[in-house]
């Protein structure tokens, strides 16, 4: 009976091991079962949401919509856009009733406006060759004849001279694709069509930059010709 029992009792310990391995193996996927847990990626098979469609309120619906006291911080957060952009919004702030927040509109443009006029005295100091500078110069000039910045005569005359310095440009530097461009943009901008013309014509046919302006010339030389 000794005998029996030592060797049961060895069995049972040598089993032991055995034992133990199977239920580390095995008792971790019933509990994934009992979870219901999947294997893979649930966002290959879950549904899509609604789409819900991005309508911003336009800026001038948005000032006449608050409140006084939120005006201020709207009118802190047009000095992080392009004055080109916010300038009617902050001209109509400073026809309103608070003295200080038509001071800080004033400020903005102001500063807005000479950040841009010193980009652009830094690229007239560039090499007239270099084309580059050049196409940024002329981009310069156009956002600080924008109509929002300048009155109809101040904008006619700085497009007339803009369009002198984009000829003296063409000749002196090597006509990159940006140059033509923008060349092309301010003899549109400018009245001068024909030139537009002629600028867009010597780049290649289907360009990107070619079929972005050539819808607008052609529709401003239709208009020249109606005109005459």
Not at 6 to 30: D, N
Not at 80 to 95: F, G, K, T, Y
Not at 182 to 209: D, I
């Amino acid at each position: 009976m000794q005998p029996l029992l030592t060797i049961a009792t060895l069995t049972g310990l040598a089993a032991l091991p055995v034992v133990f391995s199977w239920l580390i193996v095995v008792l971790p996927s019933k509990r994934r079962e009992a979870f219901s847990l999947r294997v893979g990626n649930p966002l290959l098979i879950a549904p899509l949401s609604n789409a819900q469609p991005v309508v911003s309120v336009p800026l001038v619906a948005m000032s006449r919509q608050l409140t006084a006291s939120a005006v201020t911080e709207y009118v802190l957060g047009m000095r992080h856009q392009p004055v080109e952009l916010v300038a009617p919004l902050l001209a109509r702030m400073m026809r309103c009733d608070d003295p200080a927040l038509q001071l800080f509109a004033q400020s903005l443009l102001a500063q807005g406006q000479e950040r841009w006029q010193t980009w652009m005295n830094r690229l007239a100091e560039a090499p007239e060759n270099d084309a580059r500078s050049a196409a940024w110069l002329l981009e310069c000039g156009l956002v600080l004849a924008s109509p929002a910045l300048v009155s109809p005569a101040e904008r006619a005359g700085a497009l007339s001279s803009l369009a002198v310095l984009a000829r003296q440009r063409l000749q002196s530097s090597q006509p990159t694709p940006l140059l033509l461009a923008t060349a092309a943009q301010v003899f549109l901008e400018a009245g001068q069509a024909a030139e537009a013309r002629s600028a867009l014509h010597q780049l290649p046919q289907g360009s990107p930059l070619r079929s972005k302006w050539e819808s607008a010339v052609a529709h401003a030389l239709h208009l020249q010709g109606l005109a005459c």
